[in-house]
């Protein structure tokens, strides 16, 4: 069952556990996370050989935790993360490899770390296996692989094609695997992720050209990764994936490769946003009500410094009201919600473009909450101190006990860095 309400609504409660309750507890803004969503959503995927999470979507230890309890293995982007996964009690050996760095460089600390562990990694860039084999060679590597076509909810989510940055292109494959063999390095997997959004007609185009790029490779493969990209539905309107077609069409691929090399290949699956994001709120105080014009405008205690997406893709996100009062909500009028922020984009109503849109929501209060949904991916992860406002409390409720699993940042923490000479 969604833990979504009706969209642009009220709300009084997250999972059991009253706003009022938490907001008293926690304060705002705040990110609540539903651990029992996230399981809900990864027992979708169990038919896949390998779950492996793409941590950039929310890293936040309890989540972490929380996987690696579930079974589910890590993607790392980053130093950063690498280190996030191992204090979350992810080794760095193991068959499936418990962590998987994925990049298209190394930057001098991820090759540092790599050349010290043996942590398994997947090359997006030819420079990536040249670097890589000078420290380590004799290993085994993953290539990702940029089909030359992509797809994508934005442009900006779009991960395939010419005008990606990401992955190796595919006519510089048989150049890779040249570069692989100099180094003694054995490629045991391939990676194909074309964008978020992900329809049935551009994933039959990618299992197509998996299955080529894998003859090309040899038998020396071991598995290959669908990459991640699995939709959310942020409107009423839009319906949940087909996970089980989804699997269908990769299963067939994965089986031809099998008869082609006679021996298992390993399937992977490599979500970020479908494990998480239906699982997380962000709890904002409404803290004025003004009329502009014909415009009336909720102005909260959160701004795209704690939630990103709006501003960057004009993402559209469900909101609900509650009522600091307890009172039903039953007249509605269209509003604008916007942030604290110095910036005439901290519009969390908007379109891609920027362009301000309304919003039919329960006529409120200041006092009042309102609840931005669906906000568990690429949320916190992408929150910043802008304007010097510091970073939210994350909350996780499991069981039915909300636990804080990160503290609201001090006011004097967001310049304890620095330095007056």
Known sequence: MSTIATLNTERTEIAGISIRDLVEKFGTPSYVYVADRIR??????????????????????????????????????????????????????????????????????????????????????????????????????????????????SHKTNTGGPQSKHGI???????????????????????????????????????GAMQGFAVRVGDSLQSISAGGGLPTPYRDQERPIDVNRYFELWQSTRQSLERAFRHPVRLEIEPGRYPVAEAGFLIAEIRAIKRMGENWFYLV???????????????????????????????????????????SGDIFTQADGGTVVHRELPVAEVGDWLIIECAGAYGFTMSSNYNSKPLAAEVMIDAGQPQLVRSRQSLTALFADEFIR
Not at 180 to 206: C, M, N, P, R, W
Request: charged share 15%; aromatic share 8%.
């Open 40 to 153: 809900q959503q990864l027992a979708t995927l169990r038919q896949f050989d390998v779950i492996r999470y793409a941590q950039k979507a929310n890293s936040n230890l309890a989540i972490l935790d929380l996987m690696r309890r579930e079974g589910v293995m890590l993607d790392a982007v980053s130093a950063g993360e690498l280190l996030r996964a191992q204090a979350a009690g992810y080794a760095w050996q193991g068959d499936p490899p418990p962590v998987v760095f994925t990049a298209d460089l190394f930057d001098r600390d991820v090759l540092a770390m790599v050349q010290q562990n043996p942590i398994a990694v997947n090359c997006g860039s030819p420079d990536m296996i040249s670097q890589y084999g000078e420290i380590c060679p004799g290993r085994d590597i993953t290539i990702r692989i940029n089909p030359g076509f992509g797809h994508g909810h």
């Open 301 to 343: 205690d959160a701004g795209f410094n704690n939630l990103a997406r709006p501003i960057l893709y004009g993402a559209y996100h469900p909101m609900s009201i509650a009522s600091r009062r307890g009172v039903s909500l039953e007249q509605h009028r269209p509003v604008i919600v916007g942030g604290p922020l110095c910036e």
């Open 169 to 207: 292109w595919h006519e510089q494959l048989d150049q890779c695997l040249a570069l692989a063999k100099k180094y003694q390095l054995t490629v045991s997997g391939l990676h194909i992720h074309i964008g978020s959004g992900t329809d049935f007609e551009h994933l039959s185009q990618v299992c």
